[in-house]
């Protein structure tokens, strides 16, 4: 069975400044796959892949991003919507008999990792996989320029009120939401919101903020790791002592738990790299209330300067964190790019020319519940390094969890682990210090980097 796009008219519109730099690095290298998003979901039970088809008719026919491909035009790229992409077919997969987790995860990546053609579409693609017990792999995957990660959270709570509703009745709509607009309508805004005094005040802010930052350097000052096409993930829970230490924290200086983690990774950033001068990119979502519930991509990765040198004090450096993420959300409208050319000359052309370390909130726990059915996320390995280290903190539930991709030309399996646990080593540090002690002494034991692996 397939689903076939609406029959509507073919429409171009234009790409938003984020879409086109992302679209023009992947015109890089477009085999790495580096802009593939994939969510693994493993349900409890059976769910026909012909029922997950209608399913998905429905929620496609709601939102154009869904529906979009993306085309060259002149120096850059359109978007055509509701183009005649292709019929969008749920693949029946199969997997070994009795397959264990990491084999069910090998298979999904390499589900993910298939090319998107990006002229023709579809940049949407579902899989099944039905296993015995019976429990079935359902794998949702997207191209990075149509979707981020609020979209597919969006699209499966669709998805799933789809499924759940009753034979011959249109499901719920979305709570709250109204028409999605469609990503082109967000680009259209931001065309015009570029010209105002609110964005030329938000890039006056990173030119003062990022003023004689430094140039990023690979762990170890190593050269040779602007290469994208060598990476690993890692999936690790925070320990539940640190958890309640970084929980601690935050009430203590009425700050967020991330902003916690975020000056803990930076003194511990500051001590792998020696130089106290931190800069790492955080990842925000730039929807404004009236593009709240739109499909699309929507990311854009701004940095977060921080002083963690050794006469700073934790509870100094934690102020500075949380007062560095609402500046990121403030003036979040400014693409990255071109926040790299108000940092200063110098930077173009490098692969990683403003940041090499991003830390993130993120969901990684996922729906527990799909078509009535229980539903557990299944971590899905990545090949690829977009950054030295991505961090992505997930501390909205009762097992907070880390999910770290790094590039494996400069840390190995173990030097990860050694970064989380001085990481958690500064948390326990900062709780027994009510005193508040300068940075020196609550990293002095830090395991610290590895050697330079050039």
């Given amino acids: 069975m397939t689903v076939a796009p609406p029959a509507t008219p073919v429409t171009r519109a234009p790409l938003s400044a984020l879409q086109t730099q992302l679209w023009l690095s992947e015109q890089a290298d477009p085999e790495l796959a580096l802009y593939h998003e994939l969510t693994a979901l493993l349900l409890d039970g059976d769910l026909p892949a012909d029922r997950l088809e209608g399913a998905l008719r429905t929620v496609v026919a709601r939102h154009p991003a869904l529906r979009t491909v993306v085309v060259p035009d002149g120096d850059g790229a359109v978007a055509l919507l509701d183009a005649e992409a292709g019929p969008l077919r749920v693949t029946r997969l199969t997997a070994p008999a009795r397959p264990t987790e990491k084999q ?20 949407l693609r579902v899989g ?3 296993l015995p017990g019976p ?14 990660g609020r979209t597919l959270d969006l699209l499966l709570a669709e998805l799933d009120r789809a499924l759940s509703a009753p034979a011959g009745e249109a499901p719920a709509e979305p709570g709250g939401a109204g028409a999605d607009e469609g990503a082109h309508a967000y680009a259209r805004w931001h065309a015009e919101h570029r010209s105002t005094e609110a964005f030329r005040d938000a890039e006056r802010h990173w030119a003062e903020a990022l003023a004689g930052a430094p140039t990023p350097v690979a762990l170890g000052g190593g050269g040779g790791t602007d290469r994208l096409d060598r990476g690993e993930t890692l999936r690790l829970p925070l320990a539940a002592r640190s958890a309640r230490r970084l929980r601690s924290l935050a009430a203590a200086h009425r700050r967020s738990p991330f902003a916690v983690l975020l000056a803990a990774f930076a003194a511990v950033h500051a001590v792998w790299h020696g130089e106290p001068d931190v800069v790492l990119g955080t990842a925000v979502d730039v929807r404004t209330r009236r593009f709240r519930d739109t499909f ?4 854009n990765v701004v940095p977060v300067r921080l002083d963690a040198g050794p006469d700073t004090r934790f509870a100094d450096l934690l102020a500075a964190a949380g007062d560095g993420l609402l500046d990121a959300v403030e003036h979040r409208q400014v693409p990255f790019e071109r926040i790299v050319g108000l940092a200063g000359p110098g930077r173009r052309g490098v692969a ?9 909130e993120a969901n990684l726990t996922g729906p527990d519940r799909l078509g009535g059915l229980c539903a557990r996320r299944l971590a899905v390995p990545r090949t690829r390094g977009r950054y030295d280290v991505l961090l992505q903190a997930d501390l909205s539930h009762a097992a907070e ?40 002494g609550l990293t002095a034991g830090l395991a ?4 330079d692996r050039a």
């Fill in 296 to 299: 699309g991509h929507f990311v």
């Fill in 128 to 130: 099944t996989v039905a």
């Fill in 135 to 148: 429990r079935t792999l359902v794998l949702v995957g997207t191209h990075h320029l149509v979707a981020d």
């Fill in 352 to 360: 990683r020319p403003l940041v090499r370390t991003v830390v993130s």
């Fill in 104 to 123: 069910l995860g090998l298979l999904a990546r390499e589900f993910a990792e298939r090319p998107y053609r990006l002229p023709t579409g579809p940049l």
């Fill in 448 to 451: 610290g980097p590895p050697a």
């Fill in 401 to 440: 969890t880390l999910l770290v991709e790094y590039d494996t030309a400069l840390l190995g399996r173990d030097d990860v682990l050694r970064l989380v646990a001085d990481c958690e080593d500064v948390l326990r540090a900062a709780a027994d210090d009510p005193a508040g002690r300068r940075l020196a």
